[in-house]
């Protein structure tokens, strides 16, 4: 068991490390890196290209090609042969590319490590690489400088870190050198410094306790070493495919040659030959290609709007997605801290809008647009939130952008002052300002010396109780004013209100000096200036993808690191809760999660959307638990602290912009821009997916199907078989080919997510297929039936063509009628799918290729056809089509 070093004070951590104020010697440093190795995590690498090859090999669907192929070569069908490995390559071809692509679109695993940090060694100070850090070695860290080794602040001077990456906390932590209550949360280990983390402000030594593997972000990584990779929902679903209609085929060749063998009309020879062949092409050999062509659309359709697929199968699984865990910070908001309120004595709030970072913004008090210029008591707080700030904005003018450097609250009050229409250069900051006092946790406030025409000034920003305990006076509509216990009264209610709201709230005061130097000491006998309200505003659209994803049937969880007031504000505005009046449990954080028993966790997780103050380990046994309960879990996270659960989920989707490089390496999706609704926006996709691949296998169950019941029919009349073999491959080919292709390419009809999420157990072959079968097969038995006895009196040659031809359009008119399994093809435009439409063309031309071409027509076994008997052929086959629209048109209007 680890020692809980947060919890000793510097001597006891000192102590049990066996280290001292003045750092290691040489050679204690060199027996410790022999013992505890390298402050190193091992990388992740990119997957070899021939690992990515071979695994678009591991298939069901491909294996039973494969046996397909052996047994056309073994018959002497060499040229099927040759299609059907032409099939399976062209399928591993296009799977190889899309992952590769995925590889490279997804920025390279990163370091995380610090590669140079100061440390004391032998009484002296050093710069070493971090990578040779070990325990008990004296760290010295500065404002802007990444932690490079976990490790326990023996002295620490205004000390804020950003430790969102490990505990997703947005905003920065007050660190200290005294111990802390055990046992507590990583993100409560105030005494604690992490690696991957990194300063905003102040100064801090530190002993190391932890490095390379065994700091908490290296745990988290060796910990995804021991999630096992699973079978994506697509590949599953497609396995079963492959055994539906490997099943079909199988059944479909023994019952013809069952009845061929029955009517006594055909040799041995001749009825394995037939057999075979009818087998083969009820064998979907394009399926893979298919399928494969259908994940790629798909993913090229997610990265036009900013989802980038890292694994190709993937691509559907989002479609299925029954719930979506998200975080909040950057996801579901914008990331930006924004002061959305102001109040100064004696006045009604003001409302402050505008956007992000941008310095444009109008100050609304009592539906009214202030004139902030001429509004002096305004302008003073304003002045005090500009310069009591060391926070900077920059503005991208190619991205046209703008970034923040420095701390976020800091930033926010800075970008209040630009709305303001205050902006001063950095020499003039520098010439105005005297000294500065960061933030310190103990006196909960910063401070900045300005020197003015008038005299110098001291203004303060801080936690707003501990700025109204040190101001006696108020700056009121009459100038300064003594604080009345009212006026005090007054701003607390404003406080707890804007509070509970989930802002964080600032105050801001001043005070004349004649000192040239800060101290505490001097901070005293303050004019309260005013208060400000602060938030990490929704994203304008998170509203309403959330709401798509309940109309979708998907329910939307939140899991973060921030506080549960803030998690419940930020859900209720985006609709993943309703409001504090709903009798229901509204948030949960991880203290009150662990007192529940497995019945009261599992009845929580089924109950409660929002789970805030969550721990990697947390996160990871709420994925793995709904995934238990039968849930298909899509898991969004940026940090280090979420990447065991994105590696664990059915999808893990990491952040583009704000994400952690081991967090995208464990995901199989990435947002290019951080958005919740672009998930949302995949899901969609992710369906048109599902739906073109379940379209495109009721196509070719319901033709091949169809195909072999219409030859048994005929060989049970007692007549010959009504094509040959040859014919039987060809008409596959010429048909399933060229159309099963054309359909992977349709687009979506608008009602993908007005309908519930598919899930894991519902099968891309299902029930639904039979009456398309039904029709199908009656149709094209009665058709063949009607075609084989009005041609046969002009001979078998004459009488085959002409059923090769019924056949073919039949299958042509179904191609049509499976664009849409419930939408008429008047409804969606026949001529909306150009591929389709080319599928069809090639597929009538070298239909009449193979009649009327004399080399062909030998070859094949045809005869010429006039163009009558033609057309009327096509129009005998296009009640397919018809019987498919009336069914469609009965069902979703009557039925």
């Known amino acids: ?125 050093r710069v070493v690489a971090a990578a040779d850090l070990v325990p008990g070695d004296i760290i010295i860290l500065e404002e802007g400088e990444n932690v490079p080794a976990d490790a326990r602040i023996i002295e620490a001077k205004n000390v804020r870190a950003v430790e969102a990456s490990l505990t997703g906390e947005s905003l920065p932590a007050c660190k200290q050198d005294e111990p802390v209550e055990d046992p507590v949360s990583i993100a409560e280990r105030k005494s604690m410094l992490y690696k991957g983390t990194y300063l905003v402000s102040g100064f801090a030594r530190a002993v190391v306790c932890f490095t390379g593997l065994h700091t908490s972000i290296g745990k988290i990584a060796e910990s995804l070493t021991n999630i096992k990779p699973q079978k994506t929902n697509f590949q599953i679903k497609t396995d079963r495919l492959a055994r539906q209609m490997a099943g079909i085929a199988f059944a479909s060749a023994i019952m013809l040659f069952i009845v061929a063998f029955v009517s006594g009309r055909y040799s041995l020879d001749d009825l394995l030959l037939i057999s075979i062949a009818a087998m083969v092409s009820s064998i979907p050999e394009g399926l893979p290609a298919v399928l494969s062509i259908v994940l790629a659309i798909g993913s090229h359709r997610m990265a036009k709007r900013n989802a980038i697929v890292r694994e190709l199968n993937s691509v559907e699984t989002l479609g299925a997605v ?99 229409g ?128 309940k109309a979708a049937g998907i329910r939307v969880v939140m899991a973060t690191g921030d506080h549960i007031n803030t998690a419940v504000a930020v859900a209720q505005a985006v609709s993943i809760i309703g409001d504090q009046n709903d009798s229901n449990v509204l948030a949960l954080n991880e203290s009150q999660l662990m007192t529940l028993d497995e019945k009261e966790f599992d009845d929580a997780l089924r109950t409660v959307n929002v789970f805030s103050r969550l721990s990697p380990n947390m996160k990871l046994r709420i994925a793995s638990r709904l995934q238990e309960m039968g849930e298909l879990v899509a898991m969004t996270g940026d940090g280090v602290n979420d990447a065991p659960a994105l590696k664990k989920a059915d999808i893990g989707v990491a952040m583009g912009i704000m994400g952690t490089d081991v967090a995208r390496n464990s995901a199989k999706l990435v947002l290019a821009d951080d958005n919740f609704a672009t998930i949302v926006n995949a899901v969609e996709e992710g369906r048109i997916v599902f739906t073109n691949a379940r379209q495109t296998s009721y196509y070719l169950v319901t033709t091949n199907f169809a195909e072999i019941v219409s030859l048994i029919s005929v060989i049970a009349t007692g007549n010959l078989i009504p094509l040959t073999a040859t014919q039987i491959l060809w008409l596959n080919l010429v048909t399933d080919g060229v159309g099963d292709i054309s359909l992977a390419t349709e687009h979506g009809h608008g009602e993908e997510l007005k309908e519930k ?105 045809f005869a010429p056809v006039g163009f009558l008997e033609f057309a009327s052929l096509m129009a005998i086959a296009s009640v397919v089509l018809w019987a498919g629209e009336t069914y469609k048109y009965l069902k979703w209007h009557y039925l």
């Open 322 to 420: 029954t719930t979506i865990v998200t975080d909040k910070t950057g996801t579901l908001t914008q990331n930006i801290l924004t002061v959305r309120k102001v109040l100064l004595p004696q006045e009604e709030e003001i409302s402050v809008t505008g956007d992000g970072r941008h310095p444009a913004g109008n100050f609304v008090q009592v539906d009214k647009i202030l004139d902030h210029e001429n509004h002096q008591r305004l302008q003073k707080l304003l002045f005090i939130a500009l310069l009591c700030n060391n926070a900077g904005i920059v503005h991208n003018a190619d991205r046209d952008n703008y970034t923040l450097t420095g701390d976020p609250t800091e930033g926010a009050l800075l970008v209040l002052a630009h709305k303001g």
């Open 1 to 125: 068991m680890e020692a809980p070093y947060h919890h000793f004070t510097v001597e006891e951590t000192l102590n049990a490390l066996d280290a001292d104020h003045g750092g290691l010697s040489g050679r204690e440093v060199l027996e410790r890196r022999e013992k505890f190795g390298a402050n190193e995590i091992p990388e992740a690498g990119r997957s070899p290209w021939l690992f990515l090859l071979l695994k678009q090999f591991k298939s069901l669907l491909i294996a039973i090609l494969l046996a397909a192929a052996i047994i056309s070569w073994s018959t002497g069908h060499l040229v099927d042969t040759y299609v059907i490995f032409s099939v399976i390559l062209i399928n591993a071809a296009i799977g190889f590319l899309q992952e590769v692509r995925a590889e490279n679109s997804v920025a390279a695993l990163k370091k995380m490590l610090v590669q140079q940090t100061r440390v004391l060694r032998d009484g002296r100070e």
């Open 757 to 861: 999420a598919s899930g894991k157990r519902e099968n891309i072959l299902n029930r639904d297929v039979l009456p398309f079968l039904l029709i199908m097969t009656t149709m094209m038995v009665l058709g063949v039936l009607g075609t084989y006895f009005w041609f046969l009196p002009q001979g078998i040659v004459k009488t085959r063509t002409a059923v090769f031809i019924l056949m073919a359009f039949m299958q042509l008119y179904n191609l049509v009628n499976m664009r849409s399994l419930k939408k008429s093809i008047f409804e969606i435009g026949l001529f909306t799918n150009k591929f389709v439409n080319t599928a069809l063309l090639a597929s009538v031309i070298i239909q009449i290729a193979l009649i009327e071409t004399p080399f062909l027509e030998s070859i094949f076994g």
């Open 422 to 549: 205050l902006n001063l250069s950095l020499p003039e900051l520098n010439r105005i300002k005297e000294d500065d006092m960061p933030f310190n946790s103990r006196n909960k406030l910063r401070a900045t010396l300005v020197r003015k025409d008038a005299g110098n000034m001291i203004l303060v920003v801080g936690a707003p109780e501990r700025i109204l305990e040190l101001s006696s006076l108020y700056l009121g509509r009459n100038g300064e004013e003594e604080m009345a216990s009212s006026i005090a009264e007054q701003i607390r209610d404003k406080i707890d209100r804007w509070s509970s709201d989930a802002m964080r709230v600032i105050a801001m005061a001043y005070t004349r000096t004649d000192a040239t130097k800060l101290t505490e000491e001097g901070i005293n006998s303050l004019v309260f200036a005013g208060i400000v309200g602060m938030i990490d505003p929704p994203r304008s659209d998170a509203r309403e993808a959330v709401e798509k994803c």
